[in-house]
């Protein structure tokens, strides 16, 4: 979750106008639960999409950011892990990361 909350963090001057929350939107859909983690910041290109979650990959360099490029890999792992998943969508409006996991028990 931290990850994902992480990810809903605006990380341009731009973003940071939309919202200085984090805005993380749990819902329960029938029986799975499903975070959506929205940022206003620049879109994704396409190509970038296709990597995030491979180990050691990173998007494009910003001033400031630091990291090994395993966070998204790990967490997507775990979600795989638990029978969930985390995706992203990527467009000139927004960037939502998703992570969706049945609920056991």
């Keep these: 979750m931290g990850q994902l ?25 029938s029986a799975p639960v499903l975070w959506r983690a929205p940022n206003g910041g620049q ?34 792992q775990i979600a795989q892990a638990h029978d969930g998943r985390i995706d992203v969508r990527s467009d000139a409006n927004d960037t939502c990361f998703r992570f969706k996991m049945p609920l056991k028990g």
Excluded at 13 to 21: K, Y
Aim: no cysteine; proline share 14%; hydrophobic share 30%.
């Design 43 to 76: 879109p994704i290109p396409p190509e970038q999409i296709d990597k995030l979650f491979l180990p050691f990959k990173r998007g494009e360099a910003r001033a400031g950011s630091r990291g090994l490029g395993l966070g998204l890999y790990i967490a997507s």
């Design 5 to 29: 909350a992480s990810r809903s963090t605006p990380t341009t001057p731009e973003a940071s106008t939309h919202s200085d929350v984090p805005a993380l939107s749990p819902k329960r859909i």
